[in-house]
């Protein structure tokens, strides 16, 4: 009983106010910084604009076990949210949350073969399909001495041409 006698009660509903809008903030806060640093958005470029594809823009539940899909298979993870999520020293496969895109980089030679052997890998861990693959922004690089023809520009998937 000693405490509430100690206590104002004429600025307890402000203190109350004050607590609910810092925890609300808080809330948002963390919720959207959850969202923009683990999650891809439909935010997509399809990589084959002249096919005759149907499916123009993933559904959120493809979006969503996508994104479990990396992070269960992170190996490891920049403040930033990007994600190392497949590293077999032949090829590296990332996602970068901030520009909501995937890079494949191929490290060895010879590099068709290992190109092929790490789209196959994105696309099992992923658990994808080809068609959904080419909906989402991924792009394909290697060092010049790897793949000199390459000149450190990227390549789209190579079923996505």
Do not use: W
């Not at 958005?41 to 499916?55: V, Y």
């Not at 823009?57 to 994104?67: T, W, Y």
């Not at 298979?73 to 920049?78: E, M, R, V």
């Amino acid at each position: 009983m000693k405490i509430l006698n100690k206590v104002n009660f004429k600025s307890l509903p402000l203190i109350l106010s004050v607590t609910i809008v810092i925890l609300f903030l808080a809330a948002s806060y963390l919720g959207r910084s959850l969202s923009d640093n683990k999650s891809i958005n439909n935010n997509l470029t399809n990589q084959n604009p002249d096919s005759d594809n149907i499916k123009t823009e993933l559904s959120e539940s493809e979006l969503e076990k996508i994104n479990i899909a990396i992070f269960e298979n992170a190996k490891k993870t920049t403040e930033r949210g990007d994600v190392l999520f497949k590293d077999t020293g032949q090829y590296h496969l990332i996602y970068f949350s901030g520009e909501d895109e995937f890079l494949i980089s191929i490290l060895s030679s010879p590099f068709e073969n290992v190109r092929s052997e790490a789209e196959k890998a994105f696309l099992d861990i992923l658990k994808i399909d080809e068609e959904t693959a080419c909906l989402l922004k991924v792009r394909i690089s290697s060092p010049i001495k790897i793949n000199p023809e390459l000149k450190g520009n990227f390549l789209p998937l190579s079923f996505c041409r």
